[in-house]
């Protein structure tokens, strides 16, 4: 008990967290003051529930009917015949040849009968084109909601049009209510993408992503307990906007329009590179690496946040360097090919989809082999 008291006086010590002659109780949260409160943490996890309840719901109400209606067909997948041995040694991943040799010894079939199989039954957990369609629709719905929704809560903000006001007078700033609710949905979101992750169609790249949204929530439950928060919104808004194209794209991938798809993937790629390669680094870490030196005192916590945005930007590079190869073999090929986000181990599992303060996520590499629809 005491240590875990020791550890928590240790991890929570002003010195580390708040700027020089500032403790917790200086910006301990009022009525009056609408400082951020730690408690508020809380709220984001019954929200993501009403996140989850509402996808769900439209996803039958609304994106698989409009689905259905631009043609996407729900494909039908001859189910493998159970089998107690295959079952157990089925992983989803392709097994080596050598395991393959020794269940068709056990089973006394011939070793094309069990990669016939094997392949029979990853077919059947692939999701449908549908399926996948009604995920970047809510996804599409969500990050054009947040974009414009951030851009309606801090158009009358002064950080917005003068990025210094997020350091003057800090730590001492309020949260108004639409900035409460931007991080308070914002947070919903990703738990949310937490708990469906259980429930969806299980992908190759579940734990990577599972960890990116933990990331996300954990960077921006810090950044609200450290009155951080003007920065951040800032960081959401900026990411958001690409997002809203990126997902687009996919919908479009899937419902084989793709000349929509080529169209929209050109002004994501355009949209990305400016707000993710321009306005992030020139605008933001600019500020926070060479503005906030001039009116703040730092503090360990602030070099703590900034390199994780810097390492943010790092990602962004790689993450530009595989967009430019997706459109270049797209222009090549006279088309973009392929799944946008696809299941195979050989492409981009998610290129972009993330991070956000959002999106701290992996990649895979891109595939350029062409398929089939």
Partial sequence: MDLARNFSKA???????????????????????????????????????????????????????????????????????????????????????????????????????????????????????????????????????????????????????????????????????????????????????????????????????FVHHIATIVLMSFSWVGNLTRVGTLVLIVHDCADILLEAAKMAKYANYQKVCDFIFAIFTIVWIVTRMGVYPFWIIYSTSVEAPKILPMFPAYYIFNSLLSLLLVLHAFWTWLILRIAYNAFNAGQMEGDIRSDSSEEISEEVNGLSTNNISHTKKPNTRQKQN
């Fill in 11 to 209: 991890f929570w010590s002003p010195h580390v967290w708040l700027p020089p002659n500032t403790s917790w109780s200086d910006i301990e949260p009022t009525p009056e003051n609408g400082f951020a409160d730690y408690r508020h943490l809380l709220y984001p996890l019954p929200l993501a529930l009403v996140l989850l309840i509402l996808r769900y719901t439209l996803e039958r109400v609304l994106f698989a009917p409009l689905g259905r209606n631009l043609g996407i067909k729900i494909s039908r997948v001859k189910k493998a015949e159970s089998n107690p041995i295959l079952d157990k040694a089925y992983t989803g991943k392709k097994l080596k040849q050598k395991q393959i040799t020794a269940l068709a010894k056990q089973l006394d079939w011939s070793e094309r009968k069990v990669e016939r199989w094997l392949r029979q039954r990853r077919a059947q957990d692939k999701p449908t084109k549908l399926t996948k369609f009604c995920e970047n629709s809510w996804r599409c719905l969500y990050y054009t909601f947040s974009f414009f929704f951030g851009l309606v809560v801090l158009w009358d903000k002064p950080w917005l049009w003068d990025i210094n006001h997020c350091y003057y007078g800090y730590p001492y700033h309020s949260v108004a209510p639409g900035v409460w609710w931007q991080y308070m949905i914002s947070m919903a979101f990703y738990w949310s993408l937490c708990f469906s992750q259980y429930f969806d169609v299980k992908r190759k790249d579940f734990w990577q992503m």
